[in-house]
C-alpha cells in the first residue's frame, strides 16, 4: 500500500491566503514526511471565502516547495472548461514539477450550480467529460495539427505545445460513481479515486465494479485510492476530545447541506437527526486515536473493502491545531504506515 493526502482545503477562513498558506504548509510537511501523493480538491462555484476553484494554482507553487512527492488536482472539473486549456495547464504543470504531477478529473457534483451557471444542465457532465478527456488525450499525442468535431467542441488546426513531460501523458485518475466512466477508466488502467466519505460496502461495490472491468482482474484494484479521515495521536479519548468542536461544526453542517455524506454510516433504523460526533467516530467515518487502534480499523477497513492500492489521508481542515495535525501526520508515518504497507489487493 502506498500512501498520501487530500488537501480537501476548505479551512472557513474569511482570508483565502491564510487558507492556501495552510495547505501548502501540509503539502510541503508530506512531502518531507514521504508520503507519495498529494491530491488538491478544486472546489468551483463554492460557498466559502477560502475556497480553492482552481487547484494547478496551488500546485504550481508547491511545485517549487517540494522535491519528492506527486501532486495532482482532484479535479480538474472537465465541464466546465475547454479542453485544449485543460490540456495546455496540465501539461505546464508536469513540467515545472519534473514529472511529479498526476491528472485528475472529474464531471463535478450536481448540487452545487457550475453547470447552470454557464448555460448548461447537469445531465450534460458526463458526456461532456468523456469528450473532453478524449479531447485532451489527442492534444498530448497528436503529432500534427487535427481538427476536432464534437458533440460540444469544435475545432480545426489544433496543436499544442509544450507537450506533457511524462511520455505520452501523466498519470490519469477519475473520481466517479458512474458506471460507464468507472469501467473507462479500468479498461485503460486510470486510477480510480473514491472520497473519504463513502462507507466500506459502497467502496467495496465500486472496487468491484472497477476490478471487473481490468485487464488485470482483481489485481486492478491496485489502482484505486481511497481518502479517509484519520487522526493519530495518544489515545481514543485524546482523539475525541482534541477534534470535538471543530469536527462537530463540520457534521452538523453537513447534516444541513451534504445529508448524502452520510449515507452507509448511519445503520439500520438510525435518523440523520440522531447522528452527532461520536456516532461519526463509531461508525467508522472518522477514525482516530492511538497508533494502535487507528492501524487496526485501517486494517478492517481494508479488509471490509477488499481491497485498494492507495490511501488518502483527508488534510485541509482547520480541525483542532495545526501542531496536532502535523503531529498526526508525523506519527501516521512512522507507527501506522509501517503495519499497513505490506497490505496488498489479491
Not at 20 to 27: A, G, K, M, P, V
Not at 180 to 206: C, K
Amino acid at each position: 500500500m502506498k500512501f498520501g493526502i487530500f488537501s480537501n482545503g476548505l479551512r472557513r477562513n474569511m482570508v483565502a491566503a491564510v487558507t492556501y498558506e495552510s495547505d501548502l504548509q501540509e503539502i510541503v510537511a508530506a512531502d518531507r514526511l514521504g508520503f507519495e501523493e498529494a491530491w488538491v480538491s478544486e472546489h468551483f462555484g463554492g460557498w466559502l471565502p477560502d475556497t480553492v476553484p482552481n487547484a494547478e494554482l496551488l500546485i504550481a507553487k508547491a511545485a517549487g516547495l517540494t522535491r519528492r512527492i506527486k501532486l495532482g488536482p482532484a479535479v480538474r472539473l472537465l465541464p466546465l472548461y475547454h479542453p485544449l486549456d485543460v490540456a495546455a495547464s496540465a501539461a505546464m504543470c508536469d513540467h515545472m514539477l519534473r514529472g511529479r504531477y498526476l491528472f485528475g478529473v472529474g464531471s463535478g457534483v450536481p448540487f452545487v450550480r457550475n453547470m447552470e451557471r454557464r448555460g448548461m444542465t447537469n445531465d450534460m457532465r458526463h458526456p461532456m467529460m468523456m469528450e473532453s478527456i478524449e479531447f485532451i488525450l489527442k492534444s498530448w499525442t497528436a503529432t500534427e495539427p487535427f481538427d476536432w468535431d464534437g458533440a460540444y467542441w469544435r475545432g480545426t488546426g489544433i496543436s499544442l505545445l509544450p507537450k506533457p513531460y511524462q511520455q505520452p501523458y501523466p498519470p490519469i485518475a477519475v473520481a466517479t460513481s458512474h458506471e460507464n466512466v468507472t469501467r473507462l477508466a479500468a479498461e485503460r488502467g486510470w486510477t480510480l479515486l473514491i472520497s473519504q466519505f463513502a462507507a466500506p460496502d459502497a467502496v467495496r461495490e465500486r472496487a468491484e465494479a472497477y476490478a471487473a472491468a481490468s485487464p488485470q482482474g482483481q489485481g486492478g484494484r491496485s489502482m484505486i485510492t481511497v481518502a479517509r479521515q484519520i487522526y493519530v495521536t495518544d489515545s481514543v479519548r485524546k482523539a475525541r476530545e482534541e477534534l470535538r468542536a471543530d469536527v462537530g461544526d463540520s457534521i452538523e453542517q453537513w447534516k444541513r447541506v451534504n445529508p448524502e455524506r452520510f449515507d452507509g454510516f448511519l445503520g439500520p433504523g438510525a435518523r440523520l437527526e440522531d447522528f452527532d460526533y461520536d456516532r461519526a467516530f463509531d461508525s467508522g467515518l472518522f477514525i482516530g486515536g492511538d497508533p494502535d487502534t487507528v492501524a487496526r480499523q485501517l486494517i478492517e477497513f481494508h479488509e471490509r473493502c477488499g481491497g485498494f492500492g492507495t490511501l488518502l489521508l483527508v488534510m485541509g481542515k482547520d480541525w483542532g491545531s495545526a501542531r496536532n495535525r502535523l503531529r498526526s501526520m508525523r506519527l501516521f508515518m512512522s507507527e501506522v504506515a509501517p503495519r499497513l504497507a505490506a497490505l496488498g489487493v489479491s
